[in-house]
């Protein structure tokens, strides 16, 4: 993003005053220039935009042309280099190329003049993206590079230059895809100007306390973010004087620009340990006109080796660190993370955790339908019934979307339409595919099965208009499920029957006015309800047929509106217990039925009034950077009350709250469920007091928990928070608020001794507990002001019919004792990352007929898999050969322990021939891993391979250490 390009002019300021010869260092400096383009994958112009140069009005950016001249400016000279990190772009030029073309690519490959760096389909973000989809989308370029250019281009750098905070998951993902070194530009303002001062710009990165030292990664801090140091950007774009080297003509400017290169990098080297310095010659879309660049770059080479001061040539990160390596030097560890992140003391972004909501959550839910068609892809093989969609489109716009401007939600508006565009066309040759593979196995003909997207505002027009339905509830987790669905119907009274014929329990509810308005101008009119109890096998489905009745019959149901009530400001079912004011229509307890827990909660809405600057700092709050303008939220109506209606059936028992026009929400307990279900409506937040928003849900509880919260790193490990700390320095506390913010993928929660509150969520947000007892979450964001950053427009979204989006979401509220959370919190976790799917089809036949002549149920598993143990990964690479991943995702901590499974015999449709053991990218056998030793200030030691995370107990038997992920290469055969 350019508005790096300001910083880096700053920070090379830093040691300006300060002597240029070097002595302090007791050899030569030795200087890698490292050529480089920082390419986003969609910012201020969309992925095609920025690839073909179109939009230029916007910003002059066009990949083809950097790609292009790169490529032959290589070609005159064997040391040059360059290294390029974004696949998605690589591979549409590749494409293009010629087969003359391409074996020119390969030698170059082949020679290290051009090397993959991070190399997956993009640079993701690392604290709005789910570990599942970071894994993916780096397989996805990792495997390209592999069948392209072979195992020796494997990328081995992580190169995250420009996410906005580095989270500890991905540190450990890097080390487990054999990856030697982890570069990125930025870190804290506080951290990074001690660690400057201190030489520890570089160390030791242990990002998992459960895999310690075989998750640890050596860990860069780039000097000037990812740009060249001042006066040396050679770039169309640059300003910088060439260097004007032939004494016939005047100007002549090598002496004066040697002087200053050699200040630069002497200046650079007094915050680093050895005599080796990494420079980063490129920025934002460079090399557009590489001729420019390298042109320079030889004469800065030849000239500064010539004056002798210190040592300069071409390079790249693996080769820089290789040098750091062999300096032998004592490096410290790092255990915690580099979040939250600001550039300045009021500059937190902590803003962007939340951006855009409904992208955020459009993203979540199509990793999920993502996983479930790789399944389905690879359990089709051979059937010649089955159609040809595939899950290609769906695994690249994925990958797009993973992008640290895309998920984010720090794009143009017109930009964020196009992530969403083309995840929804790519879900559709999924949903094509997912058809065929349902009917295929059901060995029905005549029953085609279609997808209905917005069921979350309860429109589904097949189930709305027919009289007779049948459900296809398909569940891509290793084990069998149970979970309820919500059904549009425009009947009161339904007959719904289970695979094997019999009827099952069910309930009708009105749809909320709420829901009636979110549907403006769509087609959806359900008036009612359907809900019931589904279960669907170990990856696999089951089949429900639901039945209009002709006579209006109807479960009887309690509805209590809060106006009128007296008493019985409750719902419960067999393990909760949720009581509410009659006063405020608030909830004010929550009581663990089954366990004896009782705590007080009061759980409302407030908001934050995003700063538009002031005098302490022109900062405002934007789409990176959250900035309230007190540290108190505004209520979110007088006396922040609510109306209430309760609604009590058989299966469902929900309270619906009304916080005004703009937030409302549904409490709801589920017959036989452990957790309260919270969904909430927000939006449009009105701006026509000129104010910008920023909404919240707070939980007020009577917990102790001491300044101490906890969050997930990317849907993985929790990590303790601690409300104005850091691990690294002593925090200068400047924004109270938004500087105690943390990313939040999966749950957060408060506890002392006695209780746990846990939130899990459905998406990514930002979160945190300001004061005791207290824990909030950021849910809509909409603001009036650019926060200066380069995206150079509001967080202003329009919404459905431009009056400002409307966001729905759900938590699951967990109450325990800190001992049971984990294991529980962990199972729910998967459960609402992985939602089963739905599909529906017209019924013209009988549950006999049904039962009789196609297959009602399915699973793909001969037995589950043990409760701790999840299938992450289960996709086609190519004929016969299937990648997969089987994750043990309970800490050890958590009284995770090793689990053993046994794949002889364990999938129906196919057999396994061979298995062979791969890096997490799966770009590397794992017996070739090789970790480099390194020195550290705990203690020098040889770090080895744990061989029991390697070996298998047997040919089929695999055995997973808390936390552990293992990835194969599964060669197949149809049984």
Not at 875 to 880: A, G, K, L, S
Request: charged share 25%; net charge neutral.
């Amino acid at each position: 993003m350019a508005w790096n390009i300001a910083f880096i002019l700053f920070l090379c300021c830093v040691h300006s005053t300060l002597s240029f010869d070097c002595s302090s260092k007791e050899e030569k400096l030795q200087v890698h220039l490292v050529p480089h383009t920082h390419d986003d994958v969609g910012w201020l112009k969309t992925v095609d935009e920025y690839f073909y140069g179109a939009n230029k009005t916007i910003q002059d950016a066009a990949v083809q042309y950097i790609l292009d001249t790169v490529v032959t400016e290589l070609q005159k000279n064997p040391n040059r280099t360059f290294i390029y990190v974004e696949i998605a772009f690589f591979k549409r030029w590749w494409d293009q190329q010629t087969d003359y073309m391409k074996k020119v690519v390969k030698k170059l490959v082949a020679d290290r003049q051009l090397e993959f760096i991070n190399g997956g389909w993009c640079m993701n973000d690392e604290a709005a993206t789910h570990y599942n989809a970071i894994i993916d989308q780096m397989t996805l370029g990792h495997l390209f590079i592999n069948d392209t250019f072979g195992e020796e281009a494997r990328p081995t750098i992580g190169w995250h230059i420009d996410p906005f905070g580095h989270s500890a998951e991905q540190a450990s993902l890097f080390s487990l895809m054999s990856f030697d070194g982890f570069f990125f530009g930025r870190i804290d303002q506080e951290d990074k100007d001690k660690r400057l001062k201190e030489q520890r710009m570089e160390m030791i990165w242990r990002g998992s306390r459960n895999y310690g030292k075989d998750s640890q990664i050596f860990t860069g801090v780039t000097y000037n973010g990812y740009g060249p140091p001042a006066g040396f950007c050679f770039d169309d774009y640059c300003a910088d004087p060439p260097i004007q080297d032939d004494p016939r003509l005047y100007d002549n400017n090598v002496k004066e620009r040697v002087d200053l290169f050699v200040q630069e990098t002497c200046d650079q080297a007094k915050s680093y340990k050895t005599n080796h310095i990494m420079l980063t010659m490129g920025s934002d879309f460079q090399y557009q006109n590489a001729l420019k660049w390298f042109k320079n770059l030889d004469k800065l080479i030849k000239y500064v080796n010539r004056d002798g001061r210190v040592n300069v040539f071409y390079s790249s990160p693996s080769r820089y660190l290789k040098a750091l390596h062999n300096a032998k030097k004592v490096w410290e560890v790092k255990t915690d993370d580099f979040f939250p992140y600001a550039h300045c003391p009021h500059c937190y972004w902590t803003g962007y955790f939340t951006s855009r909501p409904a992208l955020k959550a459009y993203i979540r839910e199509s990793n999920g339908m993502l996983q479930a068609c790789k399944q389905m892809e690879t359990l089709n093989f051979g059937d010649p019934r089955v159609d040809t969609p595939s899950s290609d489109g769906l695994r690249r716009a994925m990958g797009v979307n993973q992008h640290h401007d895309a998920v984010t939600g720090t794009e143009k508006q017109h930009v964020a339409f196009d992530y969403a565009k083309r995840l929804s066309i790519a879900r559709e040759e999924c949903k094509d595919l997912m058809s065929s593979f349902v009917e295929s196995k059901m060995a029905s003909k005549d029953v085609k099965f279609q997808y209905c997207d917005f069921l979350n505002i309860s429109m589904c027009e097949i189930t709305e208009t027919e009289k007779s339905v049948v459900l296809n509830v398909y569940n891509p987790i290793g084990r069998s499920i149970s979970s309820y669905v919500r059904i549009p119907v425009n009947s009161q009274s339904y007959t719904v029957k289970g695979s094997d014929g019999k009827v099952i329990d069910s309930q009708v509810e009105s749809t909320t006015a709420e829901t009636m308005k979110l549907r403006r101008a769509n087609s959806g009119y359900a008036a009612y309800e359907l809900i019931f109890e589904v279960c669907a096998p170990a990856v696999g489905f089951s089949t429900y047929f639901i039945t209009k009745n002709e006579e209006k019959k109807r479960e009887k149901r309690h509805v209590i509106n809060k106006k009128n009530a007296e008493d019985d400001y409750f719902i419960e079912n067999e393990h909760l217990r949720l009581e509410f004011s009659k006063d405020t229509g608030r909830l004010t307890r929550m009581i663990r039925k089954d366990a004896d827990l009782s705590l007080a909660v009061d759980q409302q809405f407030f908001w934050y009034n995003g700063s538009q600057g002031n005098d302490v700092s022109c900062q405002t709050s934007g789409a990176y950077i959250f900035r309230p303008n007190r540290s108190e939220p505004y209520p979110m109506t007088n006396g922040n009350k609510a109306t209430m209606i309760m609604v009590k059936g058989g299966l469902v028992q929900e309270v619906r709250q009304s916080f005004g026009p703009i937030v409302s929400q549904v409490i709801r307990l589920y017959k036989g469920q452990p957790y309260a279900e919270f969904e909430y409506t927000v939006g449009p937040i009105p701006i026509s007091d000129h104010l910008g928003k920023e909404i919240i849900t707070r939980f007020d509880t009577e917990i102790e928990n001491g300044g101490k919260f906890y969050t997930d790193a990317n849907g993985r490990e929790m990590k303790e928070r601690i409300r104005n700390h850091r691990d690294t320095w002593k925090l200068n506390v400047s924004e109270p608020v938004s500087g105690n913010y943390y990313p939040i993928n999966s749950r957060i929660f408060i506890n002392d001794t006695k209780l746990q509150l846990t939130v899990l969520n459905d998406r990514s947000q930002g979160g945190s507990s300001i004061n005791d007892g207290q824990l909030e979450i950021m849910l809509h964001r909409r603001l009036l002001k650019d926060d200066f950053l380069g995206v150079g427009e509001p967080l202003n979204e329009p919404g459905v019919n431009g009056n400002g989006l409307v966001t729905r979401g759900k938590h699951r509220v967990l109450l325990t004792t800190p001992e049971e959370a984990n294991k529980l919190h962990r199972i729910q976790g998967e459960l609402m990352m992985l939602q089963p799917i739905l599909s529906f089809a017209k019924n013209a036949h009988s549950t006999k007929y049904w039962r009789n002549f196609m297959t009602p149920e399915y699973s793909a598993l001969s037995k589950a898999l043990p409760v701790d143990v999840h299938l992450l990964t289960m996709e086609t690479i190519r004929q016969n050969t299937v990648l997969m991943r089987f994750e043990n995702y309970v800490e050890a901590y958590e009284g995770g322990e090793e689990i053993e499974i046994d794949l002889d015999g364990l999938f129906k449709e196919f057999s396994v021939v061979s298995l062979t053991e791969m890096n997490l990218s799966a770009s590397q056998k794992l017996k070739d891993k090789q970790m480099w030793d390194w020195n550290t200030n705990e203690t020098q030691f040889h770090l080895h391979r744990d061989e029991s995370f390697i070996k298998f107990k047997s040919a089929m038997k695999i055995s997973l250490k808390p936390m552990q992920i293992k990835t194969f290469i599964v060669e197949i055969k149809k049984n």
